[in-house]
């Protein structure tokens, strides 16, 4: 069975910085991606980075320039790097790996997110 754990949240400063990590753990043979999506009270989950195992990247208009995601896939692990934090940067972000294989076949997962509050 395939887990998916993020950690990393918490309560950051405008203009802090806080860096997320999300591990998937399983009998996973690849990851095809794997991103960081965003949810707000009242918003929609909207994506705001993602990595392909060839370390391809996108990212959300609002953070370019700001995250950086990054990718061990040795360890099925991914980063986000978040600097110059906004209040609006404030969600539940939640990690998803795309195209996961195992003996079981390919499907995707989600965690169960973790909390960023940016206050001063």
């Known amino acids: 069975q395939v887990q998916v754990v993020e950690s990393g949240g918490g309560l950051v400063q405008p203009g802090g910085s806080l860096r997320l990590s999300c591990a998937a753990s399983?009998?996973?043979?690849?990851?095809?991606?794997m991103g960081w999506y965003r949810q707000a009270p009242g918003n929609q989950r909207e994506l705001v980075a993602s990595?392909?195992?060839?370390?391809?990247?996108n990212y959300a208009d609002s953070v370019k320039g700001r995250f950086a995601i990054s990718r061990d896939n040795n360890k099925n692990t991914v980063y986000l790097q978040m600097n110059s934090l906004k209040p609006e940067d404030a969600a539940v972000y939640y990690c998803?790996?795309?195209?996961?294989?195992?003996?079981?076949?390919?499907?995707?997962?989600w965690g169960r997110g973790t909390q960023v509050t940016v206050s001063s």
């Open positions: 399983g009998s996973i043979f690849g990851i095809a991606a």
């Open positions: 990595i392909t195992s060839g370390g391809d990247t």
């Open positions: 998803k790996a795309d195209g996961v294989l195992t003996m079981s076949g390919t499907n995707n997962y």
